[in-house]
Nanobody, 114 residues
Framework: VQLQASGGGLAQAGGSLRLSCAASGSTFSINTMGWYRQAPGKERELVATITSDGSTNYADPVKGRFTISRDNAKNTMYLQMNSLKSEDTAVYYC?????????WGQGTLVTVSS
């Protein structure tokens, strides 16, 4: 499975961005998809996950502001980020789980200016 993340960029505090993660290659039986982020000097952390049946899970810092979704027909996952804060600045990575394996995308940088 190959993952291509896109949609990062510069946003002002209070603004919005939408990230996309497109999966290609052998995409059958992709189960959970998720977004993670890593801020400078910090460890990578979970942002949100979504299962194949649409069940979602969010980290507390993004609850109510971020929305994860997926289009199984397009093998694409999205992260709508609203009410952005400076602390959301990080490299955002997508990950998918398939048949007991995990695959990571290359990351897309999100910078929020205050």
């Amino acid at each position: 499975v190959q993952l291509q993340a896109s949609g990062g960029g510069l946003a002002q505090a209070g603004g919005s961005l939408r990230l996309s993660c497109a999966a290609s290659g052998s995409t059958f039986s992709i189960n959970t998809m998720g977004w993670y982020r890593q801020a400078p000097g910090k460890e990578r952390e979970l942002v949100a996950t979504i299962t194949s049946d649409g069940s979602t899970n969010y980290a507390d810092p993004v609850k109510g502001r971020f929305t994860i979704s997926r289009d199984n027909a397009k093998n694409t996952m999205y992260l709508q980020m609203n009410s952005l804060k400076s602390e959301d600045t990080a490299v955002y990575y997508c990950k998918v789980d398939q048949a007991g394996w995990s695959y990571w995308g290359q990351g897309t940088l999100v910078t929020v200016s205050s």
